[in-house]
Structure formats: structure tokens, C-alpha cells
């Protein structure tokens, strides 16, 4: 039990009242569980919602207005009282906490997803909770897509706990909110039955799934997401609800709360699950036939394989492996630009120096830094 490390999702509809407004009785409870299994020897990382909402109170307007930047002033403004708020809550217990902000960037790129784990784990070391959430100030993701070919790797919290938990190599997510799990319909359903353990996220289960909270962005399906993460990431994930008493003590002691989803028994390799699942896609490369059946039989993508480049990106970005239909098939890291791989594509190695005047690698994406949908 000692160092397991656990990360905790508490959503909107957990710390507000249905005006909005922050639920310090609800959230002085939820605080009071997450002290008490850190008292008990575990690790935890909280990852929070809930400045939106805090700063829209504070503020005195309605939830979720359509102008975006005022949505971002909601956040700069409510970030800080909701911090404010845990401080005081934790020093009860005479624990200590770290805000700690996150933009797709922070993960998407390899050097800041490693320096941010590094600062997690020296937190955790120190015995200071970090809580972490999305930069709503900064991130804009759910609004434009930047550039063809350019994907996002989240933009909701509950991804974000599975990418946090995937990075840190947690040994259990849990996501709180105002349901008691996975149903086989609309909880609102009289027919609808709780879900106690999912084996596996499939396609079936991901179709059935609707629904989405009022203040908060995510729904159901994002927690599905999160948990198709996590558990492919060797991770157990439980949604449960926040109004449980004892939910997190709960949960760790193995009693069944709410839906528990099972993790997978192979597991990929750290750098394989940062490009399949914590970095942004920065572009599309086309390729035909030839090329990915030689790839799936476990071969590198060479330029000869080439029939098309969608977006800029760097060496060392991740993107998106697309076969002749239109279809992605895989994601890796690219050992070429954009601007390069145009030049290059479809020629025979020997042919590139003469383009290029250098060869840097003889891959445009070498085969153990890549990831294949197909393999899942």
C-alpha cells in the first residue's frame, strides 16, 4: 500500500452548488478523503475542475457564457480562489499543495512531458499534493483546429488525469463525479443498470455512451476516453461519485464503488504510450500500400513509401500515419521536417543525399518509435 501512487479527478458538478457556486461543504469533504489515504500511505495527484465555474460566481454571470475570452477571465479570476480554498483545506491536515497548470504543449512536446514529470515526482517526493488543471486561460483547443492535420491530445480534465497517471506510471485512476458509474443507458433511464466491471473499452461501449454535465465540459464519453488511456497504459480506472462517503478509502480498499474498468496485461513500451497517447498529432503523412504492409510486418517508413504531407511539423513531432483510403493507421515521431519530406518523398535513399546534401536518418520514422491503432 505504501508509494502506490493514485490520480484523483473531481469535476465541476463535484465542488459546485447547482447555482454554481463553490461547495466548500462538499469540498472540504472530498479533501478531508484525498488527506486521509495520503495519511494512509499512499501518493496522490489531484487533478481539478472547477475554476471556470469558481471565477463565473465570483464574477456574477451565468455559466458557460459563448464568448470565449470571458470564459478565459472566468478562469484567471477563479483559479485562484479555488486554490485558495484547497490551501486552507489541506493545511487542516497539515499537508501542503502545488498548483500545477498544464497546456497541451507541456505534454505534447517530449522534453517539457519529461521536466513536468520530473517536477510531479520530486512534489510527491516532498510529500506536497499537486493539483493540476488544464490552463484554461491559454488553451483554446476545444474551439479551432490550428492547422490540418494538427490534433490535440486533450482537452478536458478527465484526459488529462489518464494522460497524468499514464506519465507518472500511477497505479490507479479514479474519476469523481455526480454519477455512480458506467449505465447501459441514461442513468435517468428507470431501465438503465450500473455497469460494476468493464473488461475491455470497446467500440460497442463507446457508442452507447451520451450525456454531458452542465458546467463542466466532459461527459461520459471523455471518461470512457480517459479510461480506454488509462487501462491500455496497464492502468485501473474507477468512476464513481463524488457524494459517496468514503469513496477514495473505499475504492483503494477494493470494495466495488462504482464502474471498474480493468487494466490491460500487455502493456507498451513508456515512449510508445507518450506518441500513442500524450503527444498532440502535428500533421499527416500519406503513404501507400506497399509501405504499410512492410510496416505492419515490422519495417521503418522510408521516403520511397511517401504519397502525400499534410501539415508542418519538426523532427522529433509526432504525426499521424495515414494509408491510401484516408484511414490512420499509426502515429510516430518524425525524423524529418515537413518542408524536408516533401522534397524527399518517394525517392529511393541514395536519392535523398543528392536532394538534401545530408541524409540525418535513413527512416523517415523509424519502426520502434512508432505506434499502430491496428496492433490495439
Known amino acids: 500500500m505504501k508509494d502506490k501512487l493514485v490520480v484523483v479527478k473531481v469535476g465541476t458538478v463535484c465542488l459546485t452548488k447547482s447555482d454554481g457556486r463553490l461547495d466548500l461543504t462538499e469540498m472540504r469533504r472530498l479533501v478531508d478523503e484525498i ?15 472547477g475554476a471556470v465555474a ?20 472566468c478562469a484567471a479570476t477563479g483559479q ?18 502545488a498548483q500545477v497548470l498544464l497546456t497541451k504543449e507541456d505534454l505534447s512536446n517530449r522534453t517539457s512531458y519529461l521536466h513536468t514529470c520530473n517536477v510531479l515526482e520530486r512534489l510527491l517526493q516532498l510529500g506536497v499534493v ?71 473499452v470497446t467500440e460497442e461501449l463507446k457508442s452507447m455512451v451520451e450525456g454531458k ?3 463542466g465540459r466532459g461527459g461520459i464519453k471523455t471518461k470512457l476516453e480517459a479510461a480506454e488511456i488509462a487501462t491500455r497504459s496497464g492502468i485501473p480506472l474507477v468512476i464513481a461519485n463524488s457524494r459517496r462517503r468514503n469513496v477514495v478509502s ?7 464503488v462504482g464502474t471498474y474498468f480493468k487494466p490491460a496485461e500487455k502493456v507498451m513500451p513508456a515512449i510508445k504510450r507518450w506518441i500513442a497517447y500524450g503527444a498532440s498529432i502535428k500533421g499527416r503523412i500519406t503513404i501507400n500500400e506497399g509501405a504499410k504492409r512492410a510496416i505492419m510486418k515490422g519495417a521503418s517508413l522510408l521516403a520511397v513509401g511517401v504519397i502525400k504531407v499534410e ?24 525524423n524529418y521536417t515537413s518542408e524536408e519530406i516533401n522534397l524527399i518523398k518517394g525517392m529511393k535513399t541514395p536519392q535523398i543525399r543528392k536532394v538534401l546534401g545530408y541524409i540525418r536518418q535513413k527512416e523517415i520514422v523509424s519502426r520502434k518509435l512508432m505506434y499502430l491503432l491496428e496492433e490495439e
Open 35 to 49: 488527506a486521509k489515504v495520503v495519511k494512509q500511505g499512499y501518493k496522490v495527484i489531484l487533478v481539478t475542475s
Open 213 to 215: 454535465s452542465r458546467l
Open 80 to 97: 485562484s480562489i479555488l486554490m485558495a480554498y484547497y490551501r486552507e483545506f489541506f493545511k487542516y491536515h497539515n499537508l501542503k499543495v
Open 311 to 334: 501539415g508542418e511539423f519538426r523532427v522529433g513531432d509526432i504525426v499521424s500515419l495515414m494509408d491510401e483510403s484516408g484511414r490512420e493507421f499509426g502515429r510516430g515521431m518524425v
Open 130 to 200: 499537486p493539483i493540476v488543471n488544464e490552463n484554461d486561460v491559454t488553451a483554446i483547443d476545444e474551439l479551432i483546429p490550428v492547422t490540418k492535420g494538427y490534433r490535440v491530445n486533450f482537452s478536458d480534465n478527465d484526459i488529462l488525469s489518464a494522460l497524468i497517471a499514464n506519465a507518472m506510471q500511477a497505479d490507479m485512476v479514479i474519476i469523481l463525479s455526480n454519477i455512480d458509474g458506467l449505465y447501459t443507458t441514461n442513468p435517468e433511464n428507470p431501465e438503465a443498470r450500473l455497469i460494476p466491471v468493464v473488461e475491455k
Open 250 to 256: 473505499d475504492i483503494l480498499a477494493g470494495k466495488m
Open 54 to 73: 469558481s471565477g463565473m460566481a465570483e464574477l456574477g454571470v451565468k455559466p458557460n457564457p459563448n464568448d470565449i475570452v470571458f470564459k478565459q477571465v
